[in-house]
């Protein structure tokens, strides 16, 4: 009683809600796109809530099923059958654990802000996008880049007509009731969470009129869960099965991580222990995959949703959960009530939230390098898919970083002439070539331009002891060059100090 008073009711209850008008649409359409029963989506989603949202690692990241991880279970069940699919999922799982207790998690940490960010505006843009469709009762095309050039289509049928214009004015009123409801009194718009105020407005307007809009359907939960078939663990126990699992399990453990590092830019509380959610997420596979269920991971619009909704503790994510089970279990007449466009309005409005437009506008001004990789990540996630658009970011903020550390400077003078050199007219004062910094591969053009631009006939000083850091493609070079230049040159050569022996 003393844990269930501690919660913050007024802060999570809302928050719970509001969550679970977003999974909701989410857990169905990943599942649909997956191939399989919308109602396993569902599954993974009650699992994700229930079990994973009251094991510890992260506070305040929800759980669901893998949009990342669509196209694979797609082409799993193809192949191996939807038997296979719990199998799967159960041996990803059990992956999972094992890198939990190898403590794995904590190496996802290293993550650039610009690519979180970028990841966020990326999943907010193909959210927005896709929904677009939805709101005009139109079947959203599967690729970004083919969203974006259906959308001309889309606005010509909607100005003309042809598309259903009772579902996109619907869905047009619903997304107006949601970016207006914070303008309302506060305690009004604090005591009813402005997405659940929407959706049930429009399901009041869709039941009192007798729209004829498409309206959410499910069915029984228990009718499509199936133990894993061991016959399909003998299907799997091939190369091409084993690669499948390892995929499985490193887009799903990514994912989860990628979300985590962006969720804890997000608010001020507990920060997210990878590896105890790494471990939790296991434990959610390996009971999704007994249960014949699409994978999980910890899904970043949901978690947005549940931080940008007032979500203090796990309670919120816990309950969410818990709304899922009630009414696809209990009440799925209660769901049949609401209007699809109207989740697709909850939807637009929760991607449009995730796109960082402040931070943008910052990076833009003061960092543009930042901004740069900012903006490939997000057009990478959009194209091709968050695991490998994150990989992209990751890929360009680490050559930015590895530029921009590999400062080295070049200075070539001509030392003063010796003591006595104006008695011998034919004595050359020599060159002196400092380097100083880090000289690396990336800056070895610039080096070898300037030693080779140096006159065969003068004597030279190479002092390189200001350098902080020498890879080995440089001491390579620098070696080379010298013995070269002994060869040609009838002028001496010192290094100081002498350079390392290369092997």
């Known amino acids: 009683m003393a844990v269930l008073r501690a919660v913050p009711w007024r802060y999570d209850l809302p928050a719970s809600l509001v969550v679970f008008l977003v999974a909701l649409p989410l857990c169905v359409g990943v599942a649909v796109a997956s191939g399989v029963p919308a109602e396993l989506g569902l599954v993974t989603g009650i699992v994700g809530g229930l079990l994973v949202g009251a094991l510890p690692g992260s506070s305040l990241q929800v759980s669901g099923p893998a949009a990342g991880l669509t196209v694979l279970v797609h082409e799993a069940v193809q192949e191996y059958g939807a038997g296979a699919l719990g199998v799967l999922v159960l041996l990803t799982g059990l992956l999972q654990l094992a890198m939990g207790a190898l403590r794995l998690g904590r190496w996802f940490r290293a993550m650039s802000a ?76 604090r005591a009813v969470p402005g997405p659940l105020a929407a959706v049930g407005l429009a399901a009041a307007v869709t039941a009192l009129f007798d729209l004829p809009a498409a309206r959410v359907e499910v069915a029984g939960l228990l009718d499509v869960v199936q133990l894993p078939d061991r016959a399909a663990l003998g299907a799997l126990a091939t190369t091409a099965g084993a690669g499948t699992v390892l995929a499985f399990t490193l887009i799903a453990s990514a994912e989860t991580l990628f979300s985590a590092a962006a969720v804890d830019r997000m608010h001020h509380g507990p920060r997210t222990d990878y590896d105890r959610e790494l471990t939790a997420q296991g434990i959610g596979n390996t009971l999704c995959g007994l249960l014949g269920a699409l994978p999980m991971t910890a899904v970043i619009v949901r978690s947005a949703t549940n931080v940008q909704s007032g979500a203090r503790t796990k309670a919120s994510r816990v309950l969410h959960g818990g709304w899922l089970l009630l009414f696809t279990a209990l009440l799925p007449g209660a769901l049949g009530l609401v209007p699809l466009t109207a989740l697709a309005a909850v939807l637009v409005h929760a991607g449009a939230k995730l796109i960082p437009v402040r931070r943008i506008a910052a990076l833009c001004r003061e960092h543009r390098g930042e901004a740069a990789v900012l903006a490939v990540t997000a057009v990478s996630v959009i194209t091709t898919d968050l695991f490998e658009g994150v990989l992209i970011g990751i890929g360009l903020a680490v050559a930015k970083s590895a530029w921009q550390t590999s400062h080295l400077q070049i200075g070539v003078e001509e030392r003063p002439a010796a003591p006595g050199a104006e008695e011998a007219p034919m004595r050359v004062a020599p060159l002196r070539v400092r380097l100083s910094g880090n000289a690396t591969f990336l800056r ?5 331009d300037t030693l080779e631009r140096l006159p065969a006939d003068r004597p030279v000083e190479l002092d390189w002891s200001g350098l902080r850091h020498l890879d080995h493609a440089c001491t390579v070079a620098l070696t080379t060059w010298a013995a070269q230049h002994r060869a040609r040159s009838t002028a001496p050569l010192a290094v100081d100090p002498p350079l390392p022996t290369v092997v």
């Open 444 to 448: 070895l053009p610039r080096l070898l």
């Open 114 to 189: 610009s690519v979180v960010h970028g990841m966020l505006a990326g999943i907010g843009l193909t959210l927005v996008l896709g929904q677009l469709y939805a709101l005009a009762d139109r079947r959203a095309p599967g690729t970004g880049p083919e969203k974006i050039a259906g959308l001309p289509a889309l606005l010509r049928d909607a100005v003309t007509g042809a598309a259903d214009r009772g579902a996109l004015a619907l869905g047009a009123a619903t997304l107006l009731v949601l970016v207006a409801w914070k303008y309302l009194p506060p305690r009004l718009a």
